[in-house]
C-alpha cells in the first residue's frame, strides 16, 4: 500500500444547526492530484478552511504525514507543510517579485530563504522578472507568483481554491502543467478547488464530488465521468 502523505476522516464541519461538510473522508499519496468539484454551495472551500486550520471542524480527523494536525493553528499548520491559495491573490502589487518570495520563505524560519526562493521561482519560470514590482505582471504571472508563494517551505500539502479564475485558455494550461510538474518533482499532494473541468478532468489523478457537504462520488476521473449521479447534479452536458 502506497504511504499516504495526506488523510481526512469523517470531517464535518457545522454552522448552527447546518452541516456545511458532512463526514467527508479522502486521503491523498506524494505527487498525486486530487480535484475537489461541486456545484456553489457544495463546501469545497470549507474543506480547504477546515484543512488549513481557518476553521476547526466539528468532528472528524486531519492528518500529514501521518501527524495528526486537526486542532493545530493555521501558521503551526503551514509550519508543518499544510499551504494554500485562496480564490483571489495574496501578492502585495507595490512589492518586488524576489522580495515577497524571500520575506515568505523566512517568515517560515527557513535557514536558506533567499536559495528557496530561487528554487521556486525558476521552477515557475518566474525568474525573468523577479526584479519587478508585482502589480507590473501580466495577470497570468500573477497567478504563479501567488503558486510561488505558497510552495515556499516544500509543504506536503498544496490546497489550491480555483487557481484558474480570471485566466485565459492559454495562460490556464501553463500553470495546470506548472502543476503537473510540481506534484511529480517534489512530492507534494495537491487539493484542487477548481470549476475549470477541462482543467480538473485533465490533470488529477483522482477526483471528490461534493453535494451539499456530503461525498456524492470519489474516483478515478474517467470513473467520475461517467457516473450518472454525477452528471445529472453537476456535470450535465459537460460530461
Known sequence: MAKLNFE????????????????????LKPGEIRGLIGPNGAGKSTVIDAITG???????IVRLKGEEVTRLGVFERRKRGVSRSFQRTSIFAGMRVWD???????????AD?????????????????????????????QRRLDL???LVGRPGILLLDEPMAGLTVPESME????????????DV????VEHDMEVVFGISHSITVLELGRV???????RVRANPRVREAYLGSAA
Open 216 to 222: 456524492l462520488a470519489e474516483g478515478e476521473p474517467d
Open 8 to 27: 481526512v476522516q469523517g470531517l464535518v464541519v457545522q454552522y448552527g444547526g447546518v452541516k456545511a461538510v458532512d463526514g467527508v473522508s479522502f486521503s
Open 189 to 192: 499532494s495537491v487539493l484542487l
Open 54 to 60: 481557518r476553521r476547526l471542524p466539528s468532528a472528524g
Open 148 to 150: 510561488a508563494l505558497a
Open 175 to 186: 500553470l495546470a502543467s506548472h502543476l503537473k510538474k510540481l506534484a511529480s518533482g517534489r
Open 113 to 141: 530563504a533567499a536559495r528557496d526562493a530561487t528554487e521556486v521561482l525558476e521552477e515557475l519560470d518566474l525568474m525573468p522578472v523577479a526584479g519587478l514590482v508585482a502589480g507590473e505582471l501580466g495577470y497570468g504571472e
Open 100 to 110: 515577497q518570495v524571500e520575506l515568505a520563505a523566512a517568515k517560515l524560519g527557513l
